[in-house]
Structures are given as structure tokens and as C-alpha cells.
């Protein structure tokens, strides 16, 4: 059996609201480009790869990192926390922001949080 270090809480936390933050950062600015002329690709780039990174930090804590999530998206039932919910589902082992096709994310998120989600943006 292959050892697995405690789930630390509070970290957990943080890597849901951190990523449910850079989701929204992210959609944004694919939705609006030229409302920031400084998020540039590289940039973009630098936003999915710390998204990514605490995801994967919600997929290594497993069950708690899932946990978490829903608590997050309970708590706060909006298009971010639900995106990072769905990343920790089967199914969605490995997969990269970037590489996501977003108009699909976007249904999903607006089909499950309903006609709100698309206003907000």
C-alpha cells in the first residue's frame, strides 16, 4: 500500500478558491481580450498553468480534494467553484485548461447553474 501524506484543510481550501478565482479570471479574459491589454499569451499562459497546478493539487489530495470542492461549491454555488468541481470528476484525469474546448465548458456551466450563469458574464 502506497503511503499518502495527511490532507492538509486549510491548503486544500486554498487551492479550490484560488483555482474557482483563476477560472473566472481566465473565461473573462477569453470572452473580453481587449479589456486588458496586458494579458497577453504569455501571460495566459502563466494563468492556466497556476489553474492547473491547483487542480492537480485538488486531485492529489483524492477524495479530500474532491471534498473540498463541493463544500467550496455548496457554499458558493457559482461558475468557478463548479468548473473546479468538474475537473476533479472521472473522466477528467489529466486534462489541461488550455486544451479545454471552452464553448463545451460554458453550456455545461450555464446548463447547470442556469440562465444566471451566462448574465453574469
Known sequence: ???QAPALEEMLRQHAEQAA????????????????????????ARLTDRLDAHIDG???AGAEGVRVAEERYAEYPEAGEL???RMLQPGAE????AELP???VRRYIDQQLGPSAAISR
Not at 94 to 97: E, F, I, R
Open 1 to 3: 500500500m502506497a503511503y
Open 21 to 44: 478565482f483563476l477560472w473566472t479570471v481566465y473565461d473573462d479574459n477569453l470572452l473580453h481580450p481587449d479589456d486588458n491589454e496586458e494579458m497577453d499569451a504569455e501571460r495566459m
Open 58 to 60: 485538488l486531485r492529489v
Open 83 to 85: 468548473f473546479v468541481l
Open 94 to 97: 489529466g486534462l489541461l485548461v
Open 102 to 104: 471552452i464553448d463545451k
